[in-house]
């Protein structure tokens, strides 16, 4: 089994959109599966971590023993809690397709779309909260105003994701094409639909 690196707290990924310059927090992993957070002489729970990345604190989580980073597999064990428990973000033919890149030649561009595509949904979203705050003035407070304006989100959100993967999409596709021309990209994973 390779080894994974002990990573520099600037590498860590954590909670990306963390404070710039505000201090790493770091948690252990002991190998009885528990967590001891070094700031609080506490051990906690993966709840309390689910907690620290909903508020956007930055973090790495190391093992007790060697050191080795273990921050991914952490927030991998949040996310299949989640996707476990009530209703999944994720399905399965998604699930399939992300799973055929493993390996792949393309497996490094999926993964830095994902990865700018969340980015872009987050600042997407961040920009609606904006807009909806001054609707929801206690001054001038109007429920109507505010429920129109919160109905509407979902589906503006929607068309303006639907562009955004309708150009990924184009651009991957040239990049498919262009492929031919690399001998080492053997095209992409194909899905049957």
């Known amino acids: 089994m390779p080894t994974r690196r002990r990573r520099p707290a600037s590498e860590s990924a954590g ?3 963390a404070e710039p310059g505000s201090a790493m927090r770091t948690l252990k992993k002991y190998p009885n599966r528990r967590l001891y957070d070094t700031r609080t002489s506490s051990y906690i729970t993966l709840a309390d971590v689910k907690q620290m990345v909903l508020g956007g604190e ?15 597999s952490i927030l991998l064990q949040i996310i299949l809690e989640e996707e476990s428990g009530g209703v999944p973000m994720f399905s399965a033919q998604a699930l399939s397709q992300i799973i055929r890149f493993y390996g792949h030649a393309m497996q490094g561009v999926m993964g830095g779309m994902l990865e700018k595509n969340l980015q872009a949904f987050t600042e997407l979203q961040g920009r609606f909260l904006e807009q909806g705050k001054g609707l929801y003035d206690p001054k001038h407070f ?5 429920t129109k304006f919160m109905s509407a989100q979902p589906t503006a959100l929607q068309s303006l994701m639907g562009s955004y993967v309708e150009q990924g999409r184009s651009v ?3 990049m498919q094409q262009a492929s031919a021309f690399f001998p080492g990209m053997v095209g992409f994973p194909t899905t049957k639909k």
Request: glycine share 8%; net charge negative; proline share 8%.
């Open 172 to 174: 991957l596709e040239k």
């Open 58 to 72: 930055a973090f790495e989580v190391l093992d007790a023993k060697t050191g080795e980073d273990l921050t991914r």
């Open 15 to 17: 909670a990306p959109g």
């Open 142 to 146: 109007s429920p109507e105003a505010w």
